[in-house]
T-cell receptor
Framework: GAGVSQTPSNKVTEKGKYVELRCDPI?????LYWYRQSLGQGPEFLIY????????DSGLPNDRFFAVRPEGSVSTLKIQRTERGDSAVYLC??????????????FGPGTRLTVL | KQEVTQIPAALSVPEGENLVLNCSFT??????LQWFRQDPGKGLTSLLL?????REQTSGRLNASLDKSSGRSTLYIAASQPGDSATYLC??????????FGKGTSLLVTP
């Protein structure tokens, strides 16, 4: 079956521009997560959706970052006025439930964002 | 705030050796601990998930242990192969959803 997919795989943009990153979770997974992985670091949590609502967005670094999941499936991470420090790999994951100790998160291949 | 540390940062071994990767965490109030594998340019693949009530999990040549009270986990890889070369990430779940990752151990298995 299809796994988590993310588009684009690579995105190069200029400082100050707006970007959108898309995540298609595994069908039927109600929970969706965004993480950011900088070079040489482990992924860092950004935001978690349960269904259509953002249950926890405490990991978003500032108000330039915003994410939506309007129909409880596809999610879009939006970054306004991009800065060079936003350059990283943005990973999306989904899971069947949340709050269960056996709930495995399945990750997509990521979008590599480069801000020039 | 949960801090996850992985040692060593990098490891190179000849094919066939058994090896141990270490993970430590500061907050023992966890839901579970997971070990992931990450290949260059690719996403993460879950290898093993240990629930907070469990002590270990096994899958093929992989065995992961958890000592929650001391805040430690180990990933044991038996009879390593060149195809095992990748970065191995340890992640702890405290909240029921957000994973806290270490920086990973980069493993190279040479033929």
């Amino acid at each position: 079956g299809a796994g988590v997919s993310q588009t684009p795989s690579n995105k190069v943009t200029e400082k100050g521009k707006y970007v959108e990153l898309r995540c298609d979770p595994i069908s039927g997974h109600t929970a969706l997560y965004w993480y950011r992985q900088s070079l040489g670091q482990g992924p860092e949590f950004l935001i978690y959706f349960q269904g259509t609502g953002a249950a926890d967005d405490s990991g978003l670094p500032n108000d330039r970052f915003f994410a939506v999941r309007p129909e409880g499936s596809v999610s879009t991470l939006k970054i306004q006025r991009t800065e060079r420090g936003d350059s990283a790999v943005y990973l999306c994951a989904s899971s069947l439930y949340s709050g269960a100790s056996t709930d495995t998160q399945y990750f997509g291949p990521g979008t590599r964002l480069t801000v020039l | 705030k949960q801090e996850v540390t992985q040692i060593p940062a990098a490891l190179s071994v000849p094919e066939g050796e058994n090896l141990v990767l270490n993970c430590s965490f500061t907050d023992s109030a966890i839901y579970n601990l997971q070990w992931f594998r990450q290949d260059p340019g690719k996403g993460l693949t879950s290898l093993l998930l240990i629930q907070s009530s469990q002590r270990e999990q096994t899958s093929g040549r992989l065995n992961a242990s958890l000592d929650k009270s001391s805040g430690r986990s180990t990933l044991y890889i038996a009879a390593s192969q060149p195809g095992d070369s990748a970065t191995y990430l340890c992640a702890v779940e405290n909240s029921g959803y957000a994973l806290n990752f270490g920086k990973g151990t980069s493993l190279l298995v040479t033929p």
